[in-house]
């Protein structure tokens, strides 16, 4: 998708009723959104990953504090698998305040089920599970910031 493209879509929906529009080609995701004063407000594109491909990586060894920057790794189990911050932003375990959180410790998870939300240049990014298992350790606290390739869950395949 050009340039030219994009700026159609953002006049069109600036002429239309539609609120937002968001479109996904390959590695390039689109969302178009109009403000309540009927401006419309153009999200640049980006290379998007719903969640990185999992990597084996070690179990925490103790349950105590989750881990404060990404030079802090979890140590130990060879069978965890970790899904990882596909950028840089806000990490958010809701969808909103009065919402209750897409996962919790203990929880099954499905290839495609959203665990969490990242915030990036006002733009909340659902990021879905590629595996499938039972969450063992939430690492990053709600509402903190993360780092492009940042550990956020650990999971147990099953």
Do not use: H, W
């Not at 995701?29 to 290379?47: C, F, L, R």
């Not at 959180?101 to 089920?113: H, I, L, Q, R, S």
């Amino acid at each position: 998708m050009d340039l030219k493209q994009i700026q159609d879509l953002v006049k069109m929906v600036n002429k239309s009723n539609i609120s937002e529009l968001s479109i996904e080609e390959k590695d390039i995701k689109i969302t178009i959104k109009q403000k309540e004063d009927k401006y419309v407000t153009g999200v640049p594109a980006q290379q998007v990953q719903t969640a990185p491909m999992p990597i084996a990586v070690s179990a925490p060894a103790t349950a105590a504090a989750p881990a404060a920057s990404t030079s802090a790794a979890p140590a130990a189990s060879d069978n965890l698998l970790t899904i990882k911050s596909p950028m840089i932003g806000t990490f958010y375990r809701r969808p909103s305040p009065d919402k209750p959180n897409f996962v919790e410790e203990g929880d099954e998870v499905k290839n495609g089920k959203v665990v969490c939300i990242i915030e990036a240049m006002k733009l909340f990014n659902e990021i879905e599970s590629e595996i499938s298992g039972r969450v063992v350790k939430i690492l990053v606290e709600d509402s903190t910031p993360v780092e492009y390739d940042q550990p956020l869950f650990l999971v147990e395949p099953i």
